[in-house]
């Protein structure tokens, strides 16, 4: 059973940092590239950061590059946003996501997600 849990969120002042971390089980998670998505309140839900299944391969929102980061670390099934110079603008619900190859297909697995609010 695929599972994709994140944690990390919280509330942080503007300029602050928080690191998210998506711990994931039930599939061979070195095969697959994944992504971070955010969802902020009345915003559709947007891509914020995707990694390659080797680590060497990454790509950002034009509204985060330079602030956020994302890694992984294979031997712990686990992929991490790194997130610096938070601004207000950065408020949302942040979402693991995987296209995962599982029985007779591929299917797309989300997180539950976790909330950060940047405020003063």
């Known amino acids: 059973q695929v599972q994709l849990v994140e944690s990390g969120g919280g509330l942080v002042q503007p300029g602050g940092s928080l690191r998210l971390s998506c711990a994931t089980s039930g599939f061979t998670f070195g095969l697959y590239g994944l992504r971070w998505y955010r969802q902020a309140p009345g915003k559709e839900r947007e891509l914020v950061a995707g990694i390659g299944s080797g680590g060497g391969s990454t790509n950002y929102a034009d509204s985060v590059k330079g602030r956020f980061t994302i890694s992984r670390d294979n031997a712990k099934s686990t992929v991490y946003l790194q997130m610096n110079s938070l601004k207000s603008e950065d408020t949302a619900v942040y979402y693991c996501?995987?296209?995962?190859?599982?029985?007779?297909?591929?299917?797309?697995?989300w997180g539950q997600g976790t909330q950060v609010t940047v405020s003063s």
């Open positions: 996501y995987g296209r995962v190859y599982s029985g007779d297909g591929y299917y797309d697995y």
